[in-house]
């Protein structure tokens, strides 16, 4: 009886020091034959269930990249839908093995949470809408204009902020509720609308004549979205980071899904060792030398992935932007792979 | 003689005369019900002006101006202005609003026709065609074999929906809980909550009136425990806070904590509704009971729990639908029931339109009031039936 107690006890304390204590998530992983990734319960672009059920977005190509570098097997994911309270203390009981959903990077949660971030998939930030018709390009040019927004958000402070910094005047028009906010502004009360570039985008394709309006390119907040791993865990780490690195490098270098095959005999160093072609990268992962072919093979390279769910094709028709490569002037940059 | 004085005598009966045209008819109908004094006419009025104001445009919105499902309707046609229900929107998404994430058939999925749309989500369907074929008997008052019928729906039946959802076994592919969704997932936890709280909430009715101390005491306890904590917090406790105190590695099916939170939640309820019946009885019959020497459970089960039950159905089938409504709260927790799969479908920009989400609620709604109804319904055709009659 004592004996039970002491084992009851043991492990009720190792449940809570799970976040310090857990090692091997790719020995967990293969195990199990899949990966547990925490998505959100429902954000146009990022993680939705399509057409066929299935769920789909910015956020689940990057399970299924992880799944393609460990298994050669993008459907080796299962998805556990999280709300925003529920992510953190999913990840620190094990139940799932990554976070992919829209999680903002801050100092707080990277330092204080037992949390890894592996690397920027979407730069997001709080940006601006108007007509097309008002000929406006930049936000240095609202001055006096009326804009719509939410109450109560930090949407409303980052604004305020940054008008008068500025030194702009403006009319702030707000609501409560976001519906009323995007109704106001369709309705022509206001002549900007302003929140995330994601919800921009997410509202302007509700909108009859969408194409009339634009999302200007400057954004005003920083809100960088990255995949989550937790603290303590190296290998794991490792491999969900050169995931996202080795998206970033196939496009940089040109490879597509449709030509990764046509790449393996290509000449350029800097191919042959993405590929695996020379070199063995894979292996001090325990992966296998052709990771990054698998995942370029089933998911394709960053840009592929960004134009399939949120591009200017898609509903939410955004702009690469800062979202570009760096070298087409954007923040998607990765380390060599040398 | 005093006949000379009648001065008329009526030889036949006159003929009956129709009733006064203000008096019969839907002139009658409306004098006697809906003008009566006048301010039952100002009321009708009143209402009959607002029926005017409301009806038109929420006909135009549900049929007028409607966007229905056909060849070449597209998401343009429910943004255009002036459009109303976007149904194409509901139809395009109904497998998932009834199976969710449930994989499909994979030979089926690629053939045509109604026969394949059955049967691409063929272990889904049977679940629920085999449960109406056995629920509808047993519900039928008259028909034979009940006894086997119940040992069909409440022992075998469960059995045979957790293998066939599941799978794993036989040969067919494994399908984890996360993947349940929509319809199904709302009817399994209802059903479920439904047959588990019933006996339970008996026993603790049972054992609160219990005269030993420590089974009263423990009856209790649950009860007043988890009725005085909101459903919503038991389900957020069950998925956020509970795996933290598990060991490693160990986790308990989501869908499973939620089935067990939402049962015994409901049996606490249904514990204090049948507690009202049991005393609701006159000491009499409890009396009479023990004075015909039958012991507890027999004395509970043939003359007591009858009779009390009986007095309290609305209350219990009020908790039924109560408990079939709350099933939507298992969406804070990551479930996608009936509403969530709604909701969720809703953000879907491939139907992105103003209409979209309003849509997407009338029917959830429609289909919540279909299942309640018909419960409702149901519970009331009881009441006739075992009205044997104590008021006179």
């Known amino acids: 009886m004592k004996n039970k107690i002491v084992t009851i006890a043991l492990s009720a304390a190792m449940g809570l020091m799970a976040s310090t204590a857990m090692a091997g998530t790719l020995e967990d992983v293969v195990a199990k034959g899949y990966i547990q990734c925490g998505v959100t319960t429902g954000i146009p672009g990022f993680a939705l269930p399509d057409a066929d059920n299935n769920w789909a977005g910015l956020d689940v190509d990057y399970c299924k990249a992880l799944a393609s570098a460990i298994f050669n097997d993008p459907d080796a994911v299962r998805y556990t839908p999280l709300n925003s309270a529920e992510r953190f203390a999913a990840m620190s009981s094990g139940e799932v093995d990554l976070l992919s959903r829209v999680t903002t990077w801050t100092m707080s949660r990277d330092t204080q949470l037992g949390m890894n971030f592996t690397g920027t998939m979407f730069y997001d930030g709080q940006g601006f809408m108007v007509r097309k018709s008002s000929g406006i390009t930049s936000p240095k040019e609202l001055s006096g204009a009326a804009v719509c927004i939410q109450t109560g958000t930090t949407t409303e402070l980052n604004a305020a902020d940054y008008f008068s910094a500025n030194n702009l005047e403006y009319n702030p028009i707000v609501f409560v509720d976001r519906d009323e906010v995007v109704k106001a502004y369709e309705d022509g009360r206001c002549d900007v609308y302003t929140t995330d570039v994601s919800g921009l985008a997410a509202n302007r394709s509700k909108f009859a004549d969408s194409s009339e309006h634009i999302i200007l390119n400057e954004v005003i907040s920083k809100e960088p979205l990255a995949p989550v791993v937790r603290q303590g865990d190296d290998t794991w780490f490792n491999i969900a980071r050169w995931t996202y690195f080795a998206l970033v490098n196939a496009e940089e270098l040109g490879i597509t899904s449709a030509n990764v095959d046509e790449m393996l005999g290509s000449d350029n160093p800097s191919v042959k060792r993405l590929l695996g072609v020379e070199g063995d990268f894979g292996a001090p992962m325990g992966l296998t030398k052709d990771w990054a072919y698998q995942i370029v093979k089933h998911v394709g390279n960053y840009g592929e992935i960004f134009e399939r769910h949120v591009g200017v094709n898609t509903p939410l028709a955004l702009e690469r932007g800062v979202n570009a490569l760096w070298t087409n002037g954007g923040l998607q940059y990765a380390p060599p792979i040398r | 003689m005093a006949k000379k004085y009648l001065a008329y005598i009526r030889k036949e009966i006159v003929p009956e005369q129709p009733a006064p045209i203000a008096s019969k008819g839907i002139v009658g109908w409306a004098r006697q019900n809906l003008f009566s004094s ?307 479908s809703n953000l879907n920009l491939d139907w992105g339109s103003k209409n979209q989400a309003i849509t997407g609620y009338i029917f959830a709604a429609v289909v919540f009031w279909a299942f309640c109804f018909s419960m409702s319904r149901y519970s009331i055709m009881m009441e006739k039936r075992l009205d044997t009659g104590h008021r006179n």
């Not at chain 2, 984890?176 to 026993?203: E, F, R």
Request: hydrophobic residues 55%; glycine residues 10%; proline residues 6%.
């Open chain 2, 38 to 344: 006048i301010s039952n006419t100002i009321m009708t009025l009143a209402g009959m002006a607002f029926l005017l104001w409301i009806l038109p445009p929420l006909y135009n919105f549900i049929f007028g101006n409607a966007v229905w499902p056909g060849e070449g309707v597209t998401v343009e046609d429910c943004r255009a202005k002036g459009a109303g229900a976007c149904w194409a929107y509901i139809d395009s998404r109904m497998t998932f609003f009834i199976y969710g994430f449930f994989p499909k058939d994979a030979y089926w999925v690629t053939q045509e026709g109604f026969i394949a749309s059955i049967m691409t989500y063929w272990r889904v369907n049977a679940v629920f065609a085999v449960g109406t074929l056995l629920l509808v008997p047993l519900m039928w008052p008259g028909l034979p074999h009940k006894v086997l019928n119940a040992i069909l729906f409440f022992v075998v039946y469960p059995v045979f929906v957790f293998f066939m959802l599941t799978g794993g076994v036989f040969g067919l592919e494994e399908v984890p809980t996360i993947k349940w969704g929509g319809l199904t997932v709302t009817l399994i936890i209802g059903l479920v909550g439904i047959v588990v709280s019933l006996p339970l909430g008996i026993v603790l009715a049972l054992g609160r009136q219990s005269k030993m101390p420590i089974v009263k005491g423990m009856s209790i306890m649950f009860i007043e425990v988890w009725r005085a904590v909101p459903l919503i917090t038991v389900l957020f406790m069950a998925s956020v806070m509970l795996p933290l105190f598990m060991p490693v590695g160990m986790t308990i099916d989501k869908l499973l904590r939620a089935l067990v939170g939402v049962s015994l939640f409901s049996a606490a309820y249904m514990a204090e509704v049948v507690r009202g019946g049991l005393q609701a009885l006159p000491k009499g019959q409890f009396e009479a009971a023990a004075s015909l020497g039958l012991n507890y459970w027999k004395s509970m089960s043939f003359i007591i729990l009858p009779q009390a039950l009986k007095h309290v159905i609305p209350g219990i089938v009020n908790s039924f639908i109560a408990l079939f409504k709350d099933t939507s709260l298992v969406a804070i927790v990551g479930i996608f029931d009936l509403l969530r799969a709604v909701q969720i």
